[in-house]
C-alpha cells in the first residue's frame, strides 16, 4: 500500500515512521528532517490512502476533496471537522448527545460574556470558538484577568476572527487523560490511552501550548476507565454525528478531565494529538495502514483492533526561544544523532536546513524525542537522557514530563 501523509510536524513523523513498518510513505510537505517529504499538493499525489493529519486542512475540507476526486481519506470532512473547528458548536452537540462536560456558555457580545463570566464561581476558563494552535484557551483563578482575557478575544485582538465568539466554562480539576479512538463513520476502536502536558512550563506553569509532552499507557486508565470512555463520549458522540448525517471517518481524539465527579470532556480534536502521536503510535504492534484505511473505507471490520505492546513511550518536546510566544528562529540544532545513538526517536517538527544543509530551527516545538523502557519510568529516563544530548542556543523543555508516574506503575 502507498500512503500520503499530509501534514509538517512531529505527529505526521510518527505517522509516517509507523505508518512505514508495512507501507511506502510519501509526506506532504513534510520537513527537512522526515523522510520521503515532498512539496506537492496532495491532490496530485498518487497513492491508496490519504492521511491528513492537522486539524486546519481538514476543517478547510481538504479530506471532502480527496473523496471527491475518488481518493481514499482518513479524517473527517468539513462537517464532522466542526468539533474542533467551533467549540461553540462541538459544546452544543455535547448537549444534544447528553455527554458529560463543563457547564458553559458561547458569547459574541462583551456584556452578556462577562455577565456570565461572574455568574461562575472560578476558577475560570476563556475559550476561543476557532482554531488558535492549542494556544486559545485561559485558566485562571482571578476574575479580572478573565474578564480583560474576554475583551481581548471578543474584540479580536488577540487571537483574531477565531476569539470573536468565545466559550465561557466553569474550571474543573483532576487528571487529564487522552483517549483517541479511530472511526469509521458508524463504529469507533480506541488507541491506548495518553497523558499530555500543555503548559510550558514545570508544575503546569505559564501559558497553554499545543503539547510539551506526554507518555502512554498511563496508569490510571485501564481498560475499565477506556471501556467508560467509549460508552460515554465516543459511541454517543458518533451516534449524534450520524443523526446529523455525519459521516465521521478519522480519530476522535477525546481530550478528558477525572474530576471527582467522574470523566467530563474538555475537548474533542480530530486528529491525532501531537505529541500523543508519539507516544501512542511507536507502541502499536498491529498495522496502521490495515487499521486507517479500513477506518477509511468505512468498515473498521475489516482490519484487526488496534494492539500494543508492553513497553512505555515518554516524548520529550525541545521548544525555540519564546516559544509559545515570539519565537526566534535559524540557530543550529546540535545532537541529534547522539540522541537516536541512545536508541530514542527523533520525530521533528519545526526544522529547516540553512544555506550550508544544516537542520536549523523553523518553529516553536522543534523535536519530540521519545524514549522506550518496560515502564513509564524507565521510558522517562530513556527520553530526558536523549533529549539531554540535544542543544541549540534558547532550547528550552519541561523537566516534569511523566515525573509523578510511579517506578512500579503499568497500565497496557
Ligand atoms: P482545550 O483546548 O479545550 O482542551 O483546553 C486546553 C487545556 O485547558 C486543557 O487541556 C486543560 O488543561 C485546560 N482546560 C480546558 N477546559 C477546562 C476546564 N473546563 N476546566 C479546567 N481546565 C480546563
Same mark, same amino acid.
Given at each position: 500500500?502507498?500512503?500520503?501523509?499530509?501534514?509538517?510536524?512531529?505527529?505526521?513523523?510518527?505517522?509516517?515512521?509507523?505508518?512505514?513498518?508495512t507501507?511506502e510513505?510519501?509526506?506532504?510537505?513534510?520537513?527537512?528532517?522526515?523522510?520521503?517529504?515532498r512539496?506537492?499538493?496532495?491532490?496530485e499525489?498518487?497513492?491508496?490512502? !490519504?492521511?491528513?493529519g492537522p486539524?486546519?486542512?481538514?476543517?478547510?475540507?481538504?479530506? /471532502? +476533496?480527496?473523496?471527491?476526486?475518488?481518493r481514499?481519506?482518513?479524517?473527517?470532512?468539513a462537517?464532522?471537522?466542526?468539533?474542533e473547528g467551533s467549540?461553540? $458548536?462541538?459544546?452544543?452537540?455535547?448537549?444534544?448527545?447528553?455527554?458529560?462536560?463543563?457547564?458553559?456558555?458561547?458569547?459574541?457580545?462583551e456584556?452578556?460574556?462577562l455577565?456570565?463570566?461572574r455568574?461562575?464561581?472560578?476558577?475560570?476558563v476563556?475559550?476561543?470558538?476557532?482554531?488558535a494552535a492549542?494556544?486559545?484557551?485561559?485558566?485562571?483563578?482571578?476574575?479580572d484577568?478573565?474578564e480583560?482575557?474576554?475583551?481581548?478575544?471578543?474584540?479580536?485582538?488577540?487571537?483574531?476572527?477565531a476569539?470573536?465568539?468565545?466559550?465561557?466554562e466553569?474550571?474543573?480539576?483532576?487528571?487529564?487523560?487522552?483517549v483517541? @479512538?479511530?472511526?469509521d463513520?458508524?463504529?469507533?476502536?480506541p488507541?491506548?490511552?495518553?497523558q499530555?502536558?500543555?503548559?510550558?512550563?514545570?508544575?503546569?506553569?505559564?501559558p497553554?501550548?499545543?503539547?510539551?509532552?506526554?507518555?502512554?499507557?498511563v496508569?490510571f486508565?485501564g481498560?475499565?476507565?477506556v471501556?467508560?470512555?467509549?460508552?460515554?463520549?465516543?459511541?454517543?458522540?458518533l451516534a449524534?454525528?450520524?443523526r446529523?448525517?455525519?459521516?465521521?471517518?478519522?480519530v476522535?481524539?477525546a481530550?478528558?478531565?477525572?474530576?471527582?465527579d467522574?470523566p467530563r470532556?474538555?475537548?474533542?480534536?480530530? %486528529?491525532?494529538?501531537?505529541p500523543e502521536a508519539?507516544?501512542?503510535?511507536?507502541?502499536l504492534?498491529?498495522d496502521?495502514?490495515?487499521?486507517?484505511a479500513?477506518?477509511?473505507?468505512?468498515d473498521l %471490520? %475489516?482490519?484487526?483492533?488496534?494492539?500494543?505492546?508492553?513497553?512505555?513511550c515518554?516524548?520529550?518536546?525541545? @521548544?525555540?526561544?519564546?516559544?509559545?510566544?515570539k519565537?526566534r528562529?535559524?540557530?543550529?540544532?546540535?545532537?541529534?544523532?547522539?540522541?537516536t545513538?541512545?536508541?530514542?526517536?527523533v520525530?521533528?517538527?519545526?526544522?529547516?536546513?540553512?544555506? /550550508?544543509? %544544516?537542520?536549523?530551527?523553523?518553529?516553536g516545538?522543534?523535536?519530540?524525542?521519545?524514549?522506550?523502557g518496560?515502564?513509564v #519510568? #524507565? #521510558? +522517562?529516563?530513556?527520553?530526558? @537522557?536523549?533529549?539531554?544530548c540535544?542543544s $541549540?542556543p534558547?532550547?528550552h !523543555?519541561r523537566?516534569?514530563?511523566? +515525573?509523578n508516574?510511579?517506578e512500579? #506503575? +503499568?497500565t497496557?
Amino acid at each position: 500500500m502507498r500512503v500520503c501523509v499530509v501534514g509538517s510536524g512531529g505527529r505526521e513523523h510518527a505517522l509516517a515512521e509507523v505508518l512505514g513498518r508495512t507501507a511506502e510513505v510519501v509526506v506532504t510537505p513534510g520537513n527537512a528532517a522526515i523522510p520521503g517529504s515532498r512539496s506537492v499538493p496532495p491532490e496530485e499525489i498518487d497513492a491508496d490512502l !490519504f492521511v491528513v493529519g492537522p486539524e486546519a486542512p481538514l476543517v478547510d475540507g481538504l479530506a /471532502d +476533496r480527496l473523496r471527491a476526486a475518488g481518493r481514499l481519506a482518513f479524517g473527517p470532512g468539513a462537517d464532522g471537522a466542526r468539533l474542533e473547528g467551533s467549540k461553540a $458548536w462541538m459544546k452544543d452537540l455535547l448537549a444534544a448527545a447528553a455527554v458529560p462536560t463543563a457547564r458553559y456558555g458561547s458569547f459574541t457580545e462583551e456584556a452578556a460574556a462577562l455577565g456570565f463570566l461572574r455568574t461562575l464561581p472560578g476558577p475560570w476558563v476563556v475559550k476561543t470558538d476557532g482554531l488558535a494552535a492549542g494556544k486559545g484557551v485561559l485558566v485562571t483563578g482571578r476574575l479580572d484577568e478573565a474578564e480583560d482575557d474576554v475583551r481581548a478575544k471578543l474584540a479580536g485582538e488577540s487571537f483574531g476572527d477565531a476569539g470573536r465568539t468565545v466559550v465561557i466554562e466553569e474550571g474543573l480539576s483532576g487528571p487529564e487523560l487522552s483517549v483517541l @479512538a479511530v472511526c469509521d463513520g458508524r463504529r469507533a476502536v480506541p488507541l491506548a490511552p495518553a497523558q499530555d502536558f500543555k503548559r510550558v512550563g514545570d508544575d503546569d506553569t505559564g501559558p497553554n501550548t499545543g503539547g510539551m509532552g506526554a507518555y502512554s499507557p498511563v496508569p490510571f486508565a485501564g481498560a475499565a476507565v477506556v471501556g467508560t470512555v467509549m460508552d460515554t463520549f465516543v459511541e454517543p458522540t458518533l451516534a449524534e454525528l450520524r443523526r446529523r448525517g455525519i459521516d465521521y471517518r478519522g480519530v476522535l481524539y477525546a481530550g478528558l478531565m477525572l474530576t471527582p465527579d467522574g470523566p467530563r470532556l474538555l475537548e474533542y480534536n480530530v %486528529r491525532f494529538g501531537d505529541p500523543e502521536a508519539q507516544v501512542v503510535l511507536p507502541r502499536l504492534t498491529s498495522d496502521l495502514a490495515e487499521l486507517l484505511a479500513a477506518a477509511a473505507g468505512g468498515d473498521l %471490520r %475489516r482490519a484487526p483492533g488496534p494492539a500494543f505492546g508492553d513497553d512505555a513511550c515518554v516524548t520529550v518536546v525541545l @521548544a525555540s526561544e519564546g516559544y509559545p510566544g515570539k519565537l526566534r528562529r535559524g540557530d543550529v540544532i546540535e545532537g541529534l544523532d547522539a540522541a537516536t545513538a541512545l536508541g530514542a526517536t527523533v520525530f521533528a517538527a519545526g526544522v529547516a536546513r540553512d544555506g /550550508d544543509g %544544516r537542520l536549523v530551527t523553523a518553529g516553536g516545538r522543534v523535536p519530540a524525542v521519545t524514549g522506550t523502557g518496560a515502564t513509564v #519510568a #524507565a #521510558a +522517562r529516563r530513556h527520553a530526558y @537522557a536523549a533529549a539531554g544530548c540535544v542543544s $541549540w542556543p534558547g532550547m528550552h !523543555f519541561r523537566s516534569d514530563i511523566a +515525573r509523578n508516574v510511579s517506578e512500579e #506503575a +503499568r497500565t497496557a
